[in-house]
C-alpha cells in the first residue's frame, strides 16, 4: 500500500510518500489513521487532530469509513485551498 | 459534449491568447464568460506557493467540468490552474466558459470556480517578505459557496 502526504500533513511526517504493510485489522481510513499515527512522534502529531484531515484513495475523496486494501494509493491532506 | 481544455501548469497564462484560442473560427458562440483569480499582496505576502496532488488534481477538475458540461449547453471551456511559486499581481486560475447566451456562460463559470476552491486537491502557502510561512486555512465561505450549487453528482 501506498501512501502519499501533502502540505502541512507532509511537513509534520517529514516524509512525501511511503509504502506501508499495516495489519489486516486495518480495514479503514479511520482504521488506518490509528495505525500510522503510532509510527512515529511526526505522524502523531500529523494526526493528532482527525477533523483537520481529509484522505483519498486511489485519488477519490474519501470518508473514513472508506474501505483500504493491499494496493491502494491512499492520501492524506489538509482541507483543499486551490482557486 | 464538448471536451473541456484542462491544464495544470508552473507557467503563467494570458487571458486574451485562452479567449481567443476557445473561440477561434467559431460562429455559435453567442457569450464567453471568465473569471481570473489573482495573487493578493494581503499582510506584507511576497509570494503564494501551491502545492498539489498529480493525477488526482486533472482528474477532479475533469469531473468538475463534466459536470458543468452537463448542467449548461456549454459550447467551449477551459480550466488553467497554476502549481509552484506565484508573485502578488500574478494570475493563479483561469475559468472560461462559452455558451450560445449569457446564462449557462455566467453560471457554469462561478459552479466551476465554486467548485475548484472546494473539490481540487491543491493548498496554498504564504510566504511573507520576513522569511516566514504558512500554509492557508480552508474557508467555510467556500464550502457555503459549493453547497449552492445543490444536487450537484460530484
Known amino acids: ?83 | 459534449m464538448i471536451t473541456p481544455t484542462i491544464r495544470v501548469q508552473e507557467a503563467g497564462f494570458d487571458l486574451g491568447v485562452e479567449s481567443a484560442r476557445l473561440t477561434a473560427g467559431r460562429q455559435d458562440i453567442g457569450g464567453l464568460a471568465s473569471f481570473v483569480g489573482l495573487c493578493r499582496a494581503d499582510d506584507g505576502l511576497a509570494a503564494l506557493v501551491l502545492e498539489h496532488y498529480p493525477g488526482m488534481t486533472e482528474a477532479a477538475i475533469g469531473r468538475i467540468a463534466a459536470e458543468a458540461c452537463a448542467r449548461w449547453p456549454l459550447s467551449g471551456c477551459t480550466v488553467i490552474h497554476r502549481i509552484g511559486r506565484i508573485a502578488p499581481g500574478e494570475p493563479i486560475v483561469l475559468v472560461l466558459t462559452a455558451s450560445s447566451h449569457r446564462a449557462a456562460s455566467l453560471e457554469a463559470c462561478a459552479f466551476l470556480i465554486d467548485w475548484l476552491k472546494t473539490g481540487a486537491p491543491f493548498w496554498k502557502r504564504e510566504e511573507f517578505a520576513d522569511g516566514t510561512s504558512r500554509w492557508v486555512e480552508a474557508k467555510a465561505a467556500d464550502d457555503a459557496a459549493t453547497a449552492r450549487w445543490a444536487g450537484s453528482v460530484l
Not at chain 1, 33 to 43: D, M, Q
Open chain 1, 1 to 83: 500500500m501506498r501512501v502519499l502526504y501533502f502540505a502541512w500533513v507532509r511537513q509534520k511526517i517529514g516524509l512525501g510518500e511511503e509504502v506501508i504493510s499495516p495489519p489486516p485489522e486495518v480495514r479503514d481510513i479511520a482504521g488506518l489513521v490509528a495505525w500510522l499515527s503510532t509510527r512515529s512522534p511526526g505522524h502523531a502529531a500529523a494526526f493528532a487532530n482527525a477533523r483537520t484531515i481529509r484522505a483519498a484513495v486511489n485519488q477519490d475523496f474519501a470518508t473514513p469509513d472508506h474501505a483500504v486494501a493491499p494496493g491502494d494509493e491512499i492520501a492524506f491532506f489538509p482541507p483543499v485551498t486551490g482557486g
